[in-house]
């Protein structure tokens, strides 16, 4: 069985995040599957997919190392270089399980999306919920 | 059809590592599924996967590199910021293929735990096998 | 339904790249499966899977991210310890959905193969088509 959700999210400019984790628990909840795994999927090249602890100071930590590229070096590709290298630095899918209903994270696992892009976006993810 | 298996492991101190892949493969045995795929997941914020070459000296520039995530630079987040930041340059999950009831891994891939935190942890990993 | 293809490369010696979406994709196209995911695994651990924009300009801003793992360093690893390191800056594995008989890839997301090692290689990638 596979059940198909679609999430839109609206960022502002990078470095930010938005935390995602509720809306992708209700598209499994609403898939009914009881027993197998979601792909979370972001279909984008100047924005990530984080899984960690959502906690204010950490992320301020997160920010500063992301900016370890710098904007201000001089890069080939025009105006927003360094927001695909930092999506690089993180990834544009995460696969969990799912156990007896429930997404299988563990106690300080968020699904964090991270805007690195330099104008606000419209940012859609995609999630597949496969199994029984 | 759907296979779980749930693996425990007891960590050192971080940076450090166990090789987890013969616990994984013995998952994918017991599944008995023939043609699939197997998702590997850490539900940990301070640890992390890592597929790569079990070689003792290169687990030692492995731990260097993981050491570039300074741990006497001033964090915002109070006592292991250093331990989620080294885990986000590894993952949380891995999916790869069983073809013929076998992992199709490559000869020096190994699936490696390593242990970011600052005190021993106890660890479990989660295998879902997905196939026929 | 399951449908694997498997994929092979003949790489340049590191830093190189090969696009293979195209390739992807028409194993995707073969499996005739209308929704589901796709795994892109690659058993390797010198080379690595980008999904990112397939600019050139960008993709040698990607070269010089992966050359601050520094090649004239003292690794405990003979010969190519750097390769391993640059790899594990990528992943070896990447899922993403499929919906109507199509890869949900964002406009600019190409699926890029690095090849990190200091020979060429011949690489292959297996594809792994899971769903209706």
Redesign the interface.
């Given at each position: 069985m596979?059940h198909?959700g679609v999430l839109e999210f609206s960022t502002k400019e990078g470095i930010s995040f938005i935390d995602i984790t509720k809306e992708v628990l209700s598209v499994i909840a609403k898939s009914r599957i009881r027993?197998?795994?979601c792909?979370v999927?972001?279909?984008?090249?100047t924005a990530g997919l984080?899984?960690?602890?959502k906690?204010r100071?950490?992320l301020?930590?997160?920010k500063k190392?992301f900016m370890l590229?710098d904007e201000n070096k001089i890069?080939?590709?025009?105006s927003n270089?360094f927001s695909?290298?930092r999506?690089?630095?993180?990834?544009?899918?995460?696969?969990?399980?799912i156990?007896d209903g429930k997404a299988?994270?563990?106690?300080?696992?968020s699904i964090i999306l991270w805007e690195f892009d330099v104008e606000p976006r419209k940012r859609s993810v995609?999630v597949?919920v496969?199994?029984?």
């Open positions: 596979i198909r027993e197998g795994t792909n999927f972001l279909p984008a090249t984080l899984l960690n602890e906690d100071m950490l301020e930590d997160f190392m590229i890069y080939h590709h025009p270089a695909h290298l999506a690089s630095m993180l990834r544009s899918d995460v696969t969990f399980p156990a299988v994270l563990g106690t300080w696992q995609v597949t496969t199994g029984e």
